[in-house]
């Protein structure tokens, strides 16, 4: 269930109730609700609360979409929404929808000329929200149609970072073959690096396999730094000295 709070203006007063409950109650398709969407659509684009962050400048077919509201979207498509309109942090309804993983919606507004390659204020794409929260189909749907695999964001990580940190060992294996290739970002961090320090092992052992493409130094690091976390945040010390000794034997 979405995390849907509005906050205390017009277009939530009106449209967040709609895009709640528009699915439980039949009498929440009848015109009368379809009249305040039209209103809302019309006249005001204003803040709201989703999934515990306040999104400014959020216009209705963004919410709709970030609600994962089909029928609402197309609706307000229909009566003329734009596509691509964004809020005040860049953010599209495509990349609402993506987030929560609504894969109709997503396909629905890629036909209606939604751009699958515009960032948020971030530099965080479509592909990489995908990715981070784990969407697979999503993630492959976007792919299919030539988004950007290796595009950076503000800070320097890709879509292989997103999936390394959130630990989607089956988006990752996608994303490799679909071209992306192992950077660092700005602090140095690099996909092997983020799986080690957010204790992902299966994508770190995965990683490490690699061996045209990640260094045995690399190895070593991403080794010792999966065995620290092992011992921060699982209490495994065990675990932790297997990881160790392993990146001893390596050097």
Not at 80 to 96: D, F, K, Q, V
Request: net charge positive; aromatic share 8%; proline share 3%.
């Amino acid at each position: 269930m979405n995390t849907f709070t509005p906050t205390f203006n017009l277009m939530n007063v009106v449209l967040g109730p709609i895009c709640m409950n528009l699915g439980r109650d039949p009498l929440m398709n009848k015109r009368k609700n379809l009249r305040c969407i039209v209103f809302v659509h019309q006249h005001r684009q204003d803040s709201l609360v989703f999934e515990g962050e306040t999104i400014e400048g959020a216009p209705p077919l963004w919410c709709a979409s970030a609600a994962g509201h089909l029928g609402v979207v197309r609706f307000l498509v229909q009566r003329g929404a734009r596509i691509n309109a964004t809020t005040r942090t860049h953010s599209t309804p495509l990349r609402a929808a993506c987030f929560d993983g609504h894969f109709e919606i997503v396909k629905f507004l890629i036909a209606n000329g939604a751009n699958i390659e515009v960032s948020n204020r971030h530099g965080h794409t479509c592909l990489m929200i995908a990715c981070y929260k784990g969407h697979y189909k999503i993630a492959q749907y976007l792919l299919s149609l030539g988004a950007h695999v290796n595009t950076k964001s503000v800070k320097g990580n890709t879509a292989l970072h997103d999936c390394a940190e959130s630990g989607s060992l089956d988006i990752l294996k996608m994303l490799i073959r679909f071209g992306a290739t192992i950077d660092v970002d700005c602090y140095g961090m690099t996909p092997l690096l983020a799986a080690s320090v957010t204790g992902h092992t299966d994508i770190v052992e995965y990683l490490i396999t690699y061996e045209d493409r990640v260094s045995r130094q690399e190895c070593i690091d991403a080794l010792e730094l999966l065995g620290a976390t092992y011992v921060d945040k699982k209490r495994d010390m065990f675990g932790a000295l297997e990881l160790w000794k392993r990146a001893m034997l390596l050097r």
